[in-house]
């Protein structure tokens, strides 16, 4: 069944999920990397500081992976005319970047209300 479902899918979106799963392969790193800073430069961290800083990190990379997305569809397909601009291929790249963002995003909001 899920053979069948990739082997239906364009090469194009095929592309466009590799491409946003390349961007969410950097959130973990980028996430640890801001806790490991923020540990050198503060002497004790709460658990909840210590998620906030992990979220910061991964909502950067997030947020930089969205706007890269955004402009290939908008700028370099549309404006530019070197592209098919389409909705289903800025999907096809977000779902893994928000899937991949959705746990740093869901612990933040549980463990600061």
């Not at 950067?60 to 592209?83: M, Q, R, S, W």
């Not at 991949?100 to 600061?112: A, D, E, K, R």
């Amino acid at each position: 069944m899920i053979n069948k479902f990739i082997d239906n899918l364009a090469d194009d979106k095929k592309d466009h999920i590799v491409a946003g799963q390349i961007m969410a392969s950097f959130i973990t790193p980028v996430a640890l990397i801001s806790l490991l800073i923020a540990v050198i430069f503060c002497s004790q961290l709460t658990i909840n500081e210590t998620i906030k800083y992990m979220f910061y990190g991964a909502t950067f990379v997030f947020v930089i992976g969205t706007l890269i997305n955004a402009f290939k569809e908008l700028i370099y397909d549309l404006v530019l005319g070197k592209g098919t601009p389409e909705w289903k291929d800025f999907l096809a790249t977000e779902i893994p970047l928000l899937t991949s963002y959705l746990p740093y995003l869901l612990i933040f909001i549980i463990t600061n209300n």
